[in-house]
């Protein structure tokens, strides 16, 4: 866990799968993103464990969903927009196909939950992520690497505040 007054350098992501690619199941994609992420940063990156997740919102028969968060400082030049597009092309080189289905089965999805302390709201990103801090399987693996404590930008209540708002009825397993 990096130290409180820290994270307000760092970006965090939120990681999922749910869908095999080639040969690779869920798990071994979210190995493969976290590695991927690790190349973006010079410094050493926070990873949780992983966490299965029943799917939220989801079409009827979409499969449980496996869920991770990394924890990194972005290289000094980077910007939101620019990290976003990083993140894409992580996501586009396991397959990941956009039909335009909200919260569909995906081989790999990389949310920007948050970059270092800025708050944004463009037509391309949003920041932090509008629905983080209603969603267990975001919180759970935030709460892992940043700590109880964190406060996500633009908000008053801490992580484990934002978790105790939220319905139980949310499946979650760490891994």
Do not use: W
């Amino acid at each position: 866990m990096a130290e409180a007054e820290n994270l307000r350098n760092y970006a965090f992501i939120s990681i999922g799968s749910n869908l095999p690619f080639g040969l690779q199941s869920p798990l071994d994609i979210i190995a493969f993103a976290i590695e991927s992420l690790e190349r973006l940063t010079p410094k050493p990156n926070l990873a949780s464990s992983a966490y299965l997740t029943g799917p939220i919102d989801s079409p009827a028969g979409t499969p449980d969903f496996y869920n991770s968060m990394v924890a990194l400082i972005p290289v000094e030049d980077e910007t939101p927009l620019t990290f976003l597009h990083k993140l894409q092309g992580i996501e586009n080189a396991v397959g990941r196909h956009r039909s335009g289905v909200i919260n569909e089965a995906r081989t790999l999805d990389l949310d920007l939950i948050s970059f270092k302390n800025e708050i944004l709201n463009t037509e391309e990103l949003i920041l932090p992520h509008p629905g983080a801090h209603k969603r267990r399987f975001v919180l759970e693996p935030l709460l892992e690497v940043a700590g109880r404590n964190f406060i996500l930008p633009g908000f008053s209540i801490s992580i484990e505040e934002q978790l105790a708002e939220i319905s139980n009825q949310q499946s979650i397993r760490k891994i």
